[in-house]
């Protein structure tokens, strides 16, 4: 199980450190909780149960990962979108899986739609803007722990661009 001062990582939320693990009670009934605080956004203090951790927080991903995945960034496929209606559904499966690879190809399908709007003389819609920045924030958040890199977030986003 997790302990207090480790990072974790969050899907909606990016890089967490675990302040504190305490008892709260919820609906009457008294849950042991991790209290984690997000490290890029400035949010309360968020209680995760010690019955639902596993599935809702991981580990940060290795160094070696992190390099990889940063390295072989153009090998990874943008998410590919099948019917409009439910793009947003997938960005929100892609985000909540939680999966740093799973991220990065969300990132590229929104970098790749954002360029081809703008080509095309039209704004980002207001739900690929809030997925792009969800996105960045979790995925940013844990490749500059991992790598101790504070300017991945430019390294990566020009790679994309370039793409």
Same mark, same amino acid.
């Given at each position: ?30 849950? %042991? ?54 793009? %947003? ?26 360029? %081809? ?35 991945? %977030? ?10």
């Amino acid at each position: 199980m997790f302990q207090r001062g480790e990072y974790v990582v969050l899907p909606r939320e990016g890089l967490c450190k675990i302040e504190a693990i305490e008892e709260k009670s919820f609906f009457g009934q008294t849950k %042991e909780c991790y209290a984690v605080v997000p490290q890029k956004k400035s949010v309360a203090t968020l209680f995760i149960t010690k019955e639902t951790a596993e599935e809702k927080m991981r580990y940060p991903i290795s160094y070696d990962e992190a390099s990889n995945l940063v390295s072989e960034l153009d090998e990874i496929h943008a998410l590919e979108i099948q019917n409009e209606k439910t793009r %947003e559904d997938e960005y929100k499966n892609a985000l909540g899986r939680g999966n740093a690879k799973d991220c990065l190809a969300l990132l590229k399908c929104l970098e790749q739609r954002k360029r %081809e709007r703008y080509a095309s003389n039209r704004l980002l819609t207001a739900v690929d803007d809030r997925y792009i920045r969800l996105v960045s924030t979790v995925i940013f958040s844990e490749l500059s722990y991992v790598l101790g890199d504070t300017e991945i %977030e430019k390294k990566v986003t020009e790679r994309l661009i370039c793409v």
